[in-house]
């Protein structure tokens, strides 16, 4: 038979059950056993699912307290120098110690590691730190623990682990080479292998994403090295790749000495002739071929001509799976869209996928049709109707989009012309405060968004708690003495969801949660068809701020990318159309916001590193579209109109003339974990627009000190001068608590009064 098995699962739970027992636990309302038995009991809930979806192996080590990544480095003993001696013992305690920080009035708070993009996606795991006196070892057992749980539902289990090479990868190094660590990890792995072995584990799926990458020779040596020192562990290795195609890597990763190679087929379906060719007559072929990043509904009849002829000519050692990890998709669409059943019949959740797997699977090993051919028939009709449906096209867009020429993508003065009149107009001082735009969403606003959304209560009545909400937001600005204020966002729920419940050819979920950090948890809107703007998104909310304040008030919008980026998309149209289609609406709304007074509009783009493609020969012409659909969106300002752009977690080296290429007035950046040194490559880069580094993390719970931050104000200007240079927190400040935000920016003020009289800056820009 075809061996079915799955990259792995969501882990927050169908209804976010271990989020919220994580953040009580946090809070002191949970004890840690409560939260080790909810982490049991879904374990065991999704090891039952892929169970009972006909999975020959179920997959272990896709749990995590708060990242995998992260868990990994806890299990392989690779721990930052900061926390060697004050880490607690138990396993979860250790993994939100790391990522969260550690307050230590003694002798100065631990930072949280760095935190950034799993690939091309918008998961965020935490970097593993290296110096001279990292040792690794195997320094927990929790991977066993779970291994027997596991073994309670199913005897075939399949372990899940991140290879050697994309760990390093991903890792950050300080004072030891890539190649000295990976001499002292080697043996951590092969010993790791080993115990896995006498726990009877036949298959260790290795994750090496790295091989859809253009690899450095060093790096072709290292992952050659890394195997052929893993070859004598007794545990069958399934070498696993996903996000791209082998491409030029093929040849290496053919030739390493392991049993099986998984290829993700949905993301680089021309390599299946390739691999094949070069298979060898021993390997298992793991077949990616359910998509494990968007929610529509498979081709299965494609996927079994495809694949039929290779089953005939593998036999057994042809297995079946999704692309990659279902992380990416939320659990169940089974009571999603009931007001839209054209798109709802199209999608594809975790569950669906299953079936989708599960039948594909029957299919191709000649069971019954009553056993595959529901859901064949269901898909098949499905994708034709929404292909067919008037959902999909809308003329007016159609012509709009004919109509742009390159005169539409450009602001007609460059950037420094605009400083001036902006500074003119605007009058701040050197320096200039503000937030990136959230603040904290209290369990009142939280309630009344819910409250409104179930027609608990009438619009007259949202609308007055969210302008009380602003009120209160736009005051404590003030008190805190920022120099440009935001109305805070009490009304969205996510930076993208909002707009996708307010843009035509957009739709959002009920329960469509998927994980993107930690216990962060977001609900990506659906693009199903053309994109326009019917009304106002923001201008109600905008407007309103303004009138309280003197001060300028930021308006706040999220870029095109973004919204692709954090959405899940058609897949019918390129994504540079779909991109101008939001631009276009984006650029109606800055319109009306420009005529209301709004004298400043943050366009945030934090999607734009991170959806750059794996390979470096397409990434030119996806950042020139991407960045065309930004100036689509922000090129028909008058020149004192500011525009903002917010950046964050990525590695933005690799875009830097992207950045440029914005056309942006001010771009703000995630800078505190990395210490300023984005700041530093911006400046060398040539940037000419003015920026704004984060000077302190908003992911960790510990409230900065005044020295630190005047202390990173001052590495930022040792590259860029003060008249280029705004002072902000990170992110958004939506998921702090207020006591936390005042403390935060009150010592961000009083640094930034500080900094500049030191420097002599107080008069007026």
């Given at each position: 038979m075809t061996t079915l098995h799955y990259l792995g699962l969501p882990r927050i739970g169908p209804a976010r059950e271990l989020k919220w027992s994580i953040e009580r636990y946090w809070q002191n309302q949970v004890s840690i056993d409560d939260l080790e038995a909810t982490a049991r009991i879904l374990r065991r809930a999704q090891w039952e699912r892929q169970r009972d979806s006909g999975a020959d192996l179920i997959s272990v080590g896709d749990?995590?307290?708060?990242?995998?990544?992260?868990?990994?480095?806890?299990?392989?003993?690779?721990?930052?120098?900061?926390?060697?001696?004050?880490?607690?013992?138990?396993?979860?305690?250790?993994?939100?110690?790391?990522?969260?920080?550690?307050?230590?009035?003694?002798?100065?708070?631990?930072?949280?590691?760095?935190?950034?993009?799993?690939?091309?996606?918008?998961?965020?795991?935490?970097?593993p730190e290296w110096d001279d006196d990292t040792c690794p070892r195997l320094a927990s057992d929790s991977l066993v623990h779970q291994i027997r749980e596991a073994r309670e539902v199913q005897q075939g289990v399949k372990v899940q682990l991140i290879g050697p090479a994309t760990y390093l990868w991903l890792s950050r190094f300080d004072g030891i080479d890539v190649d000295e660590a990976l001499e002292r990890l080697l043996p951590v792995y092969h010993?790791?292998?080993?115990?896995?072995?006498?726990?009877?584990?036949?298959?260790?799926?290795?994750?090496?994403?790295?091989?859809?990458?253009?690899?450095?020779?060093?790096?072709?040596?290292?992952?050659?090295?890394?195997?052929?020192?893993?070859?004598?562990?007794?545990?069958?290795?399934?070498?696993t790749t996903y996000f791209g195609g082998l491409?030029?890597?093929?040849?290496?990763?053919?030739?390493?000495?392991?049993?099986?190679?998984?290829?993700?087929?949905?993301?680089?379906?021309?390599?299946?002739?390739?691999?094949?060719?070069?298979?060898?007559?021993?390997?298992?072929?793991?077949?990616?071929?359910?998509?494990?990043?968007?929610?529509?509904?498979?081709?299965?009849?494609?996927?079994?001509?495809?694949?039929?002829?290779?089953?005939?000519?593998?036999?057994?050692?042809l297995w079946v799976a999704t692309s990659c990890s279902l992380l990416h998709v939320p659990y169940s669409a089974g009571q999603e869209l009931t007001d839209t059943p054209l798109v709802a019949d199209a999608l594809a959740f975790v569950v669906e996928k299953q079936q989708e797997l599960s039948?594909?699977?029957?299919?191709?090993?000649?069971?019954?049709?009553?056993?595959?051919?529901?859901?064949?028939?269901?898909?098949?009709?499905?994708?034709?109707?929404?292909?067919?449906?008037?959902?999909?096209?809308?003329?007016?867009?159609?012509?709009?989009?004919?109509?742009?020429?390159?005169?539409?993508?450009?602001?007609?003065?460059?950037?420094?012309?605009?400083?001036?009149?902006?500074?003119?107009?605007?009058?701040?001082?050197?320096?200039?405060t503000t937030t990136i735009g959230s603040f904290p969403q209290t369990t009142d606003i939280r309630k009344a968004r819910r409250d409104?959304?179930?027609?608990?209560?009438?619009?007259?009545?949202?609308h007055r708690i969210m302008e009380q909400a602003i009120a209160h937001a736009i005051a404590r600005q003030e008190a805190l003495g920022l120099d440009v204020l935001v109305h805070g966002e009490p009304e969205r729920n996510d930076m993208v969801e909002y707009f996708g419940e307010s843009l035509a050819g957009f739709t959002t979920t009920r329960g469509g949660w998927v994980q993107?950090?930690?216990?962060?948890?977001?609900?990506?809107?659906?693009?199903y068809g053309d994109v326009y703007r019917e009304k106002p998104l923001t201008l109600p909310w905008a407007t309103y701020a303004q009138s309280l304040s003197k001060r300028p008030v930021k308006a706040m919008l999220t870029g095109p990318t973004t919204m692709l980026a954090w959405a899940f998309v058609r897949e019918d149209q390129p994504q540079s159309v779909i991109a101008d289609q939001v631009g276009l609406a984006l650029r109606d709304e800055i319109h009306d916001l420009e005529q209301a007074g709004l004298a400043i509009i943050q366009v945030d783009e934090p999607a734009l590193r991170e959806k750059l493609p794996l390979r470096r020969q397409a990434q030119a012409a996806w950042l020139d579209s991407a960045t065309a659909a930004f100036r689509l969106a922000t090129s028909a300002v008058r020149p004192e109109t500011q525009i903002h752009t917010h950046?964050?977690?990525?590695?933005?080296?690799?875009?830097?003339?992207?950045?440029?290429?914005?056309?942006?007035?001010?771009?703000?950046?995630?800078?505190?974990?990395?210490?300023?040194?984005?700041?530093?490559?911006?400046?060398?880069?040539?940037?000419?627009?003015?920026?704004?580094?984060?000077?302190?993390?908003?992911h960790s719970p510990l409230i900065p000190e005044e020295s630190q931050l005047r202390e990173r104000l001052t590495r930022a200007l040792a590259s860029l001068p003060a008249a280029r240079l705004w002072v902000n927190p990170d992110c958004g400040l939506k998921t702090r608590q207020w006591a936390e935000v005042e403390a935060a920016l009150t010592a961000m003020v009083a640094a930034t009064k500080a900094v500049r009289e030191r420097i002599g800056e107080t008069a007026v820009r």
């Open positions: 749990f995590a307290w708060y990242d995998h990544i992260l868990e990994q480095s806890l299990l392989l003993g690779v721990v930052p120098s900061r926390f060697r001696d004050t880490l607690p013992t138990g396993i979860a305690d250790r993994a939100f110690t790391i990522a969260r920080g550690q307050a230590d009035t003694t002798r100065g708070d631990r930072a949280a590691s760095p935190m950034q993009k799993w690939f091309d996606t918008n998961y965020h795991y935490l970097q010993q790791l292998l080993g115990v896995l072995s006498r726990e009877d584990v036949q298959w260790v799926q290795l994750d090496e994403p790295l091989l859809c990458l253009d690899l450095p020779t060093a790096w072709r040596s290292r992952m050659e090295r890394a195997y052929s020192g893993l070859a004598a562990s007794p545990c069958s290795k399934l070498l491409e030029d890597n093929l040849s290496l990763a053919a030739q390493l000495p392991v049993q099986g190679l998984h290829v993700d087929l949905v993301s680089a379906p021309d390599q299946l002739t390739g691999v094949l060719d070069r298979l060898g007559p021993n390997k298992v072929l793991s077949a990616g071929i359910i998509n494990g990043r968007n929610i529509w509904r498979a081709d299965l009849d494609h996927w079994a001509a495809t694949l039929g002829p290779i089953r005939q000519q593998l036999g057994d050692r039948a594909l699977r029957a299919r191709l090993d000649g069971a019954p049709e009553a056993a595959w051919s529901g859901t064949f028939r269901h898909n098949r009709s499905a994708r034709q109707a929404l292909a067919e449906s008037e959902l999909r096209q809308n003329p007016e867009v159609a012509r709009r989009l004919a109509g742009v020429e390159t005169r539409h993508r450009q602001r007609p003065e460059p950037v420094d012309e605009r400083k001036a009149v902006q500074q003119a107009a605007l009058g701040l001082p050197a320096l200039p409104f959304r179930q027609g608990r209560i009438e619009q007259e009545t949202y993107s950090y930690g216990t962060r948890c977001v609900k990506p809107p659906l693009i950046m964050c977690y990525s590695h933005f080296q690799d875009i830097l003339h992207g950045i440029q290429a914005l056309d942006a007035d001010v771009i703000t950046i995630e800078a505190a974990r990395s210490e300023m040194a984005l700041v530093r490559d911006l400046a060398a880069a040539g940037y000419n627009g003015d920026i704004g580094p984060g000077l302190y993390d908003i």
